[in-house]
């Protein structure tokens, strides 16, 4: 990180914020730490990876799927600012209610972080977005978080141990492939 926006977004939204106490002398540490539920906080190298492989703007309107600790909802709401949106969605309530205490260490009333429905990927309701996070590997490209892209979008997830970048353009979906990666599965 070099001065840049991303450099940004990580000084203003520490990870230790994120972190259980009892880890939260190790978040300088650059690799996963779990947080409960058998979920991690990821690595800090490979969510940098990740956000710049996203290409957030100011005023986007995103979705966070796996938002976990809630770290990655804090720094997307940092690169949206107070024009955008950021919906981070967990499945395990008490990280639901966990992450929702360690966004309250930042200002960002435009983030939020609700539970997901089980059994639906992403939130089809409220689509469509301009960029979609997820971060949990899948076995294979989940199309229904796809059709929730608006035109000129972007996702990245894990996908079977790659990372990928999806892009929807005028109607048109093109896949990129942005190196080998571990996460916990997509449920």
Known sequence: MD?????????????EWFLPIREQQR????????IGRGQTNSQPRTVEAMLRLLDVRAGDRVL???SGSGWTTGLLAHLV??????????????????GRANLGHGEWPWARIDPAAPGTLGDPS????????V????????????????????????????????ERTA???????????RFVPLR
């Open 3 to 15: 001065g840049d926006r991303f450099a940004d977004a990580f000084a203003a939204v520490p990870r």
């Open 126 to 133: 409220a689509a469509p977005y301009d960029r979609v996070l």
């Open 64 to 66: 966070d799927v796996g």
């Open 27 to 34: 978040s300088g540490y650059d690799g996963p730490i779990a």
């Open 81 to 98: 600012g107070p024009d955008g949106s950021v919906r981070g969605l967990e499945l395990e309530p008490d990280l639901v209610a966990f």
């Open 135 to 166: 971060s949990a590997e899948a076995a294979a490209l989940p199309t229904e978080l796809v059709s929730q892209l608006a035109d000129e979008a972007r996702m990245v997830l894990p996908v079977a141990g790659e990372m990928l970048l999806i």
């Open 171 to 181: 109607g048109e979906v093109r896949v990129s492939r942005h190196g080998r990666y």
